[in-house]
């Protein structure tokens, strides 16, 4: 696998159910990232982990929890979701003191 | 502070017309911009990105785009442009300033259609 990979590709749950989206990057990079793009939204940035620590979070529901346990790897852990949290969930990655990111193909999320 | 506004929600053209998408920044630090792709069903692609030095910036698939301090704009061209352009095209800013990770602030994007 090369750049970003993100699992599961697309994902339908209940309000009650409990998911974790993962990603994981093969670029060498140490900082990770979560965004949320809805239809006619601009992209959100929802967390951002920089050495395997959190260093950001923009004022993210606590039913989404975030989990970062090395450089390469980062989750999204989902719990009692609403429906207006259906969206495509990107992960991305950078290298620590730069500021290009490269992104995965996302986790196209559908709450019922 | 930084904001990011993509002129034109939408952009229809002709195959073999010239592309332009107009992207306009404010930021309060020396950016950093970039300009992602985004086909159907799939994450963003980076098409190129202006870091300070020459303000005439090539990127793949024959895209460019050119800073303009005096006009805070960095539009996005191509020449001619083909079928396989159609796609979500975004234009982002930088002003993290050397922090430890990047903060990119996106604009709303910019569907081009291109026509037979």
């Known amino acids: 696998e090369t750049g970003v990979t993100q699992t599961p590709r697309h994902l339908v749950m209940g309000m009650t159910n409990k998911k974790s989206l993962k990603c994981e990057q093969h670029?060498?990079?140490?900082?990770m990232y979560w965004y949320k793009q809805s239809a006619k939204k601009p992209l959100e940035l929802m967390f951002v982990y920089s050495l395997e620590e959190r260093v950001e979070n923009n004022s993210v529901p606590s039913r989404f929890s975030p989990e970062c346990p090395n450089s390469s790897h980062l989750f999204l852990h989902l719990h009692t979701l609403q429906p207006e949290d259906s969206a495509l969930y990107l992960c991305?990655?950078?290298?620590?003191?730069?500021?290009?990111?490269?992104f995965g193909p996302g986790t196209r999320l559908t709450v019922l | 502070a930084q904001s990011v506004t993509q002129l034109g929600s939408h952009v229809s053209v002709s195959e073999g017309a010239l592309v332009l998408l107009r992207c306009n920044y404010s930021s309060s630090v020396p950016p950093y911009l970039f300009w992602y792709v985004q086909y159907p069903n799939q994450g963003l692609q980076l098409l190129l990105k202006?870091?300070?030095?020459?303000?005439l910036v090539k990127g793949i698939n024959g895209f460019e785009a050119e800073f303009k301090k005096s006009e805070t704009s960095f539009h996005l061209t191509k020449p001619s442009a083909h079928m396989s352009d159609a796609a979500e095209y975004f234009c982002a800013v930088s002003g993290s300033g050397g922090t430890s990770y990047g903060k990119l602030t996106f604009g709303q994007g910019t569907i081009l259609t291109v026509h037979p």
């Open positions: 670029l060498g990079h140490n900082a």
């Open positions: 202006y870091t300070s030095a020459a303000t």
């Open positions: 991305a990655s950078s290298l620590k003191g730069t500021d290009t990111q490269y």
